[in-house]
Each structure stands twice: as structure tokens, then as C-alpha cells.
């Protein structure tokens, strides 16, 4: 009997893959300023979307406004098919206990150790012997592909790609559905950050993993995102892949995606 090998599918249409991300009529401003107006937004399900544009454009903001961390003037949030901004405290902790969290500087708690800082989320959320969440968060560590001595570190003992990794492993810590990465390349050198994108992809085959990551890193947009969502004029200006990006007639986004440092990076 001859076995029959599995072709390789190809990506469902988006109307037919499920929306963990949904941010409608989004609007946020600081005072008189609007910051963002009006975006939409969906995330899918098993991607990695990584979220561009200028400085100052607001990723960070968009970020936080979807984690309930900054308050909009408008619009709505729903996150894995819960409407975020109107649930209970009891719906959204346990919408909160899927999602992990990578913050621009790690954020890692600098009186505690690596291991003692990827328990935090454990104590707070599960109720478990000291013994387990030892062996679960030393696994945890050892997934972002830590050694197993870090585990008793402090913040202030690791290099900048080690903190990035235990901040990595905390952002685990629950097995979320859902992991947002702010900036989790900056500061690494293009090893350093070619090896945290090898172990993002990896993360996301392995686990099933979403992730939202706001990014300057080319290279990341090029290698491990599936769709990336350009931020501009307070909305998202385009979204779709790097091909979209490339072809896409907008000043900055022709710049950014064909300028010095792109050709730079094709060379
Ligand atoms: N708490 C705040 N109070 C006032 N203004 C703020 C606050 N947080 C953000 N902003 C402003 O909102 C705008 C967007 O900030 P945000 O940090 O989201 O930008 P960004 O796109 O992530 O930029 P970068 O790429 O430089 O990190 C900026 O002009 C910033 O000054």
C-alpha cells in the first residue's frame, strides 16, 4: 500500500481563519492630540503580525490599548471572541491569563531571580506547590533556550539577549494563546536578534503561539512575520505581507521598505 504524503495547504482565505485580535473604531488621544483614530484591526490566529511605521505613530499606545493598560476615547476591543473593555474582572482575568506580555525594556523584577521572576505570573494565576511551579518555570527557562544556572540569576547578572529571554520565558509562564512583543530585538546585536527570531518562529510552530510585535527590525519583518500592519496618520495605513509592503504606493512605506537600510539588508 503506497502512503499518501500531506500537501502542504495554503493559508486559508482571512474570512475563513479566526480573529483572536479584534479593535474597531479605536481612538486614543493625549489631551487635544489624537494619537490614533479610528483604527481597525484584526490578528489571526497562529500568526506573527508585526506592527511598523514611524516613530512616535503610536505602536506602543496600540499596544497597550489592547491590553486595557491605556484608556481609548473610542472604539472597541475584543480578544479571543470576548468583548475585552465590557467584561467583568472575572472574564477579563481569565482573558488576561491568555495573553503574555514582552515589554520594550523586559520589565523583569530586579530583586528577584530569573527563576522567581517567571514564577511571578504562576503565584498570581495558578494554584500550584512551590515544587511544581519550580519544574514548570525552569522548563519555561529552558524553552527560550536558557542555560539552567540562569534560573538563579538576578536581572542585573544577564546580557541583554539573556534578559530578553527571561522576560521571554515569564511572558510564558500561563501558556498563552496570545504573546505581544514590544520591540523584542532592539538592543541585540543581528545575532543576538537573528537567534530571538529563529526562537519566536520556533515558539509559534511549536506551541501554536499568536504574536503581536511591534518592530523597527527589518530583518524580523522579513523573516518571521506573516503579515505586517503599517501605523501612520493615526490608523493603520496598510496591511498584508512584506510582497503587499513592498508594492504599497505610500511615501514613508516605499522609504522604509526600500530605503538605505533595506538595500542594505538585500546586499
Ligand atoms: N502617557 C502618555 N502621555 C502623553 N503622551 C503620550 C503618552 N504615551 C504616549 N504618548 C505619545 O503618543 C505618541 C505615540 O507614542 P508611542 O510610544 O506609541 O509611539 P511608538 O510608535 O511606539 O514610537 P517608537 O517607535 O519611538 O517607540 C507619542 O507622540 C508619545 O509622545
Redo the contacts with the bound molecule.
Keep these: 500500500m503506497s502512503a499518501v504524503l500531506a500537501q502542504p495547504q495554503p493559508p486559508a482565505p482571512d474570512a475563513e481563519r479566526e480573529v483572536v485580535i479584534r479593535g474597531r473604531g479605536i481612538t486614543v488621544g493625549?489631551g487635544e492630540r489624537k494619537?490614533l483614530e479610528n483604527l481597525d484591526i484584526d490578528v489571526y490566529r497562529g500568526e506573527i503580525l508585526g506592527i511598523v511605521?514611524a516613530?512616535?505613530?503610536?505602536?506602543?499606545?496600540l499596544l497597550r490599548t489592547i491590553l486595557g493598560l491605556q484608556p481609548k476615547q473610542a472604539g472597541t476591543v475584543e480578544i479571543l471572541g470576548t468583548p475585552y473593555d465590557e467584561a467583568d474582572a472575572n472574564t477579563r482575568a481569565s482573558i488576561d491569563r491568555r495573553l503574555g506580555v514582552l515589554f520594550q525594556q523586559g520589565a523583569l523584577f530586579s530583586s528577584l531571580t530569573v527563576l522567581q521572576n517567571v514564577e511571578f505570573p504562576m503565584r498570581e494565576h495558578l494554584h500550584l506547590s512551590s515544587r511544581l511551579m519550580d519544574e514548570l518555570a525552569r522548563v519555561k527557562i529552558e524553552l527560550v533556550g536558557l542555560a539552567p544556572e540562569a534560573a538563579e540569576r538576578a536581572p542585573s547578572e544577564l546580557s541583554g539577549g539573556m534578559i530578553k529571554r527571561a522576560s521571554l520565558a515569564r511572558a510564558l509562564a500561563l501558556d498563552p494563546d496570545i504573546v505581544f512583543l514590544d520591540e523584542p530585538t532592539s538592543g541585540l546585536d543581528p545575532i543576538g536578534a537573528d537567534e530571538f527570531d529563529k526562537l519566536i518562529a520556533t515558539l509559534r510552530d511549536t506551541l501554536g503561539l499568536t504574536v503581536f510585535m511591534?518592530t523597527?527590525d527589518l530583518d524580523s519583518l522579513h523573516t518571521v512575520c506573516d503579515r505586517i500592519a503599517v501605523l501612520g496618520d493615526r490608523h493603520v495605513l496598510i496591511e498584508g505581507t512584506i510582497e503587499d509592503m513592498l508594492a504599497f504606493d505610500h511615501p514613508w512605506v516605499q522609504q522604509y521598505f526600500h530605503g538605505v537600510r533595506a538595500r542594505r539588508r538585500e546586499a
Excluded at 55 to 60: A, E
Design positions: 493625549f494619537v511605521g516613530s512616535g505613530t503610536g505602536k506602543s499606545v511591534v523597527h
